[in-house]
């Protein structure tokens, strides 16, 4: 009995014995007329000239199912979970497959079917119905019938700028956005190229799947599409135009959607929707990043030598402004030493007014102070000659006589009472 499972590789004939047949295990024997008999362990089975074959068990879980292909030519799909063993009486074999799993509504898989199906697609408002094919839609875990064939998508990919023929094979579509990243070489309208990067991102169009069935290769022909596009695009863009580019205007010229009209329009025959395309990269040709780099390079020589020059003008200017400063600061110097000139001759002028008046009040002062002191003289003159004339002298003959004036002594009297007033 052994204490292992035996499969389909034990295969005996037993002429006289026996054989048991463990819990787990089946085996098929053939007596000596030929009949077959299956036995399901556990038994104790006895054998008489017959041959026996111990089967082999098959399991599958619940994410798979059986292919069971019968002797008479019918083929049986068995969802898990499910064992069952492979008997060559009826069976000509039995094989394990993984079912679909489509994950979220956004997964669908195309199936070929003897009756046809219907499937609402995401995003669209009717529901495609297509004799003999199937767009099966998650989440599920799909089991196809043994009259089910999924379809095979056989696709190209690009590598940078190398397109290779189907070599991306798959069953399983989804309708959000693709990445698809491309380089294409430019044209320009003066027979210079630019190479650029393009990430476009695309869906499966929800109004017309079936349209990816129609076409081997829409991978491919969106290749096509682009560089016939960025061609159309490159003749409307001159090297004039290139040395003034900046990343945001290179950007705006060919991540513009509505640029790509051939690509928009193959596509839309593929069943395609394009969702965006963005530019992330840019490279010049040797030639144009030669004519360039020496525009460049003369560009900023004339450049240097404009600054200098520049520079030369503003120190000459700098320096006529500093002449010019000190011009106008000598100016205002002498402007200054000349009115302080002025001011000092005023200032002279008015001193020596102030003095002339103060000796002209002084010479007025004297003046008067002389007729004062005339007017007391004559008054002291008169005084006396009052008292002479009281003392009944006569006057005319003292006054004519020559002893009589210097007897008089008028101006020595007169001097006198000078004396005396000053006293």
């Not at 204490?3 to 024997?29: H, L, M, P, Q, W």
């Not at 000349?338 to 002339?356: F, P, S, W, Y």
Request: charge should be negative; hydrophobic fraction near 40%.
């Amino acid at each position: 009995m052994g204490i292992t499972f035996r499969n389909g590789s034990y295969i005996r004939f037993v002429r006289i014995g026996g054989r048991t047949i463990k819990d787990g295990e089946a085996c098929a024997i053939w007596n000596s007329k030929g009949e077959h008999t299956q036995i399901i362990g556990p038994k104790r089975q006895q054998l008489f000239f017959a041959t026996i074959r111990f089967l082999t068990r098959h399991k599958a879980e619940s994410h798979q199912y059986l292919v069971i292909k019968h002797r008479d030519g019918n083929v049986e799909h068995v969802r898990g979970p499910i064992a069952m063993f492979e008997n060559p009486a009826l069976h000509d074999l039995i094989s394990i497959n993984d079912s679909i799993f489509l994950e979220s509504s956004s997964d669908f898989i195309v199936v070929h079917g003897q009756e046809p199906r219907s499937i609402k697609l995401v995003d669209s408002e009717a529901s495609t119905c297509i004799p003999n094919i199937s767009f099966v839609q998650g989440p599920a875990n799909f089991i196809p019938s043994p009259d089910d064939r999924i379809h095979n998508f056989c696709w190209s990919t690009i590598v940078g700028k190398e397109v290779k023929v189907d070599s991306s094979k798959f069953q399983l579509l989804r309708s959000f956005p693709t990445p698809l990243d491309i380089v294409v070489n430019v044209m320009l309208s003066n027979r210079h190229s630019v190479t650029i990067n393009l990430h476009v991102d695309y869906k499966i169009s929800s109004s017309s799947p079936n349209f990816l069935l129609q076409q081997k290769d829409p991978i491919a022909q969106l290749h096509n599409a682009i560089i016939i596009d960025g061609q159309s695009i490159g003749n409307s863009v001159a090297v004039e135009s290139v040395r003034e580019w900046q990343q945001s205007h290179l950007s705006d010229i060919f991540s513009n959607l509505e640029s790509y009209s051939t690509l928009k329009k193959t596509a839309n025959d593929c069943g395609l929707e394009i969702w965006s395309i963005c530019l992330t990269g840019q490279s010049l040709s040797h030639d144009l990043k030669h004519s360039l780099t020496s525009e460049s390079v003369l560009t900023e020589e004339l450049r240097s030598e404009m600054n200098e020059i520049k520079q030369r003008k503003e120190l000459k200017l700098l320096e006529q402004v500093e002449k010019i400063e000190a011009v106008e600061a000598e100016i205002q110097l002498k402007r200054m030493k000349i009115e302080a000139d002025d001011q000092l001759d005023k200032d002279m002028h008015g001193v020596k007014l102030a003095a002339l008046k103060r000796r002209a009040e002084v010479e007025v002062f004297e003046e008067k102070t002389a007729i004062e002191r005339t007017k007391m003289k004559d008054e002291m003159v008169l005084h006396l000659l009052e008292k002479v004339k009281a003392m009944d002298v006569d006057m005319t003959q003292l006054l004519s006589s020559s002893k009589g004036a210097e007897y008089l002594n008028i101006h020595k009297r007169a001097a006198f009472m000078n004396d005396l007033f000053q006293k």
